[in-house]
């Protein structure tokens, strides 16, 4: 049988993400043990360490960095008449067809244009149904009696949350045009088709912003918002030449936008939207004063003149997946790196041994077929920030790195590993994504120094174990991906 191609090990395939995420407890498919449940992911103790600083990240991009954005966790179950101001009770639906013989079920807009029209199923050749509306909200009672009064929906978007506390916002904390409500939050759709691991999923995460600005600045405001967005995720040390535009065209936009563009990022299945910046303009404010009877017009006591002007502002909203950023992030951090022959601890990076009779980390050769899977994270958003491996379990040199990790967990993410050689160490912690090891071995009990790892570069150097935590802050600070 043929070895796997150099061509093929570099690469990242949504098998490999999938794999390398169970296997190191990033994601699990939900209720596994059952069968599994289709569209729905639990997120292990990596998974959830991951995802919570990635929203933190954005979190303290939107709110902490602009002093015009303020926050909001709006409830998930709200009233139904706001999901029909909305237009999602009448437009929120997936064109469905099912065919007959096999019972797939596909979006019509996602299978061949020739198989629709001659109505002829993509997998078996059979009969396809015809083309019918399928609202992707999901439908729940409320209260004791499940008849018509008592229905309500689970939200499928975060932003009509934000748009009914439109006023409260500006009248608790005297908010001036123009401003933003944050919000990240859970999202429900009952999604015709789930796949590409958490790519598409019926639950999930929004982290949405939406930007009141006055009518006649939305095309300035849209514009800025589309740099600031774009700007972000380099700051995220994503791969840029990853990520591309797309404009909606006149058939693709939503009924409420007036101009939308969407950051897409190369998925190993292709060009995929990331997040959609969008002028929403007056729309769901307008609906909402339509359907709720409450005035929702800003009144600008700021304007010049002898009126007081009163309008509803127009929208800019910024909408991101929590969940689809994940993916992302472990899509793009994916390394497959042939390790050239030499020691570990040289940019060749092969593996190392202990000394049988000294303890201390000697230079041998490896492979020179060896490979390393690496996620490269930015080491802000890395699970774990620093790993202490004690070079061997004897002698008080567990007890010495369990002291340095007492030392470094206040203002650190810590892993702790003395199980196996320092090389296989270092790889299950390159595989997590950790970008920083610490080893104590003999010479620290000596001189109060550590050897401190890169994960990029597997470059090693002395440290004093004093100046660790600041070295440590100081690199995450002037952190760039050079791979």
């Known amino acids: 049988m043929p070895t796997e191609s150099t061509e093929y ?22 209720s596994e043990i059952y069968g599994g449940q289709n569209g729905a992911w639990d997120y292990g103790p990596l998974g959830i360490e991951l ?12 709110t902490q960095l602009h002093d015009d954005i303020v926050g909001l966790d709006a409830s998930i179950l709200m009233h139904p008449r706001t999901w029909e101001a909305s237009g999602h009770v009448e437009n929120f639906t997936d064109p469905l067809v099912d065919c007959k013989k096999c019972k797939t079920r596909f979006r019509a807009d996602q299978i061949p244009p020739e198989n629709l029209a001659a109505k002829k199923c993509p997998d078996c050749g059979g009969e396809l149904t015809d083309t019918r509306k ?25 932003a009509q949350g934000i748009y009914v506390n439109y006023k409260n916002i500006i009248q608790s904390n005297r908010m001036k045009i ?13 999604e015709i088709v789930t796949k590409n691991f958490i790519f598409r999923t019926c639950e999930f995460e929004q982290m949405e912003m939406q930007y009141f600005v006055k009518p006649g600045t939305d095309v300035e405001w849209f514009e800025e918002w589309r740099g600031r967005r774009w700007a972000y995720y380099e700051k995220l040390g994503v791969k840029m030449d990853s990520l591309r535009w797309h404009r909606h065209g006149p058939d693709e936009l939503a009924h409420y936008a007036k101009d939308a563009y969407d950051i897409e990022y190369l998925f190993p299945m292709g060009w995929r939207e990331l997040e959609g910046v969008h002028n929403r303009s007056d729309y769901d404010l307008t609906r909402h004063t339509e359907y709720s009877g409450k005035d929702l017009q800003y009144i600008d006591q700021d304007s010049s003149g002898g009126s007081v002007p009163r309008y509803i502002p127009f929208i800019i909203e910024t909408s991101a997946g929590l969940t689809r950023t994940l993916l992302m992030i472990l899509c793009d951090a994916y390394d497959e790196e042939k390790v050239v022959s030499g020691p570990e601890g040289s940019i060749s990076g092969a593996e190392s041994s202990i000394s049988e009779t000294t303890g201390s980390i000697s230079e041998t050769k490896g492979s020179t077929d060896d490979w390393r899977t690496v996620l490269r994270f930015h080491p802000a958003i890395a699970p774990i920030t620093v ?14 790195a369990q002291d340095i990790r007492r030392e470094l967990k206040e203002d650190f993410t810590t892993d702790y590993d003395q199980g196996g050689a320092i090389g296989r160490r270092y790889r299950r912690q390159d595989e997590a994504g950790t970008p920083f090891c610490v080893t104590v071995d ?3 009990k000596d001189d109060n120094t550590v050897t401190l790892r890169f994960r990029d570069s597997m470059e090693q150097v002395r440290v004093p174990r004093t100046q660790l935590a600041q070295r440590l802050r ?5 952190y760039h991906r050079s791979k």
Do not use: C
Not at 138 to 158: C, M, S
Not at 474 to 478: N, R, V
């Open 51 to 62: 995802k919570n600083r990635i929203a933190r990240a954005w979190w303290k991009e939107m």
């Open 442 to 444: 003999y010479q620290s």
């Open 387 to 400: 790993a202490l491996l004690p070079l061997m379990k004897k002698d008080g040199l567990a007890e010495l």
């Open 178 to 190: 123009p401003f933003g409500i944050a919000q990240i939050g859970k999202a429900f759709r009952n």
């Open 9 to 30: 090990r570099g690469k990242a395939t949504m098998e490999k993400i999938t794999s390398l995420a169970k296997r190191r407890g990033f994601v699990f498919q939900s």
């Open 474 to 478: 100081d690199e995450i600070k002037a």
């Open 134 to 158: 399928f609202n992707l909200m999901f439908k729940t009672h409320i209260g004791p009696t499940e008849d018509g009064a008592a229905v309500i929906y689970l939200r499928p978007e975060t």
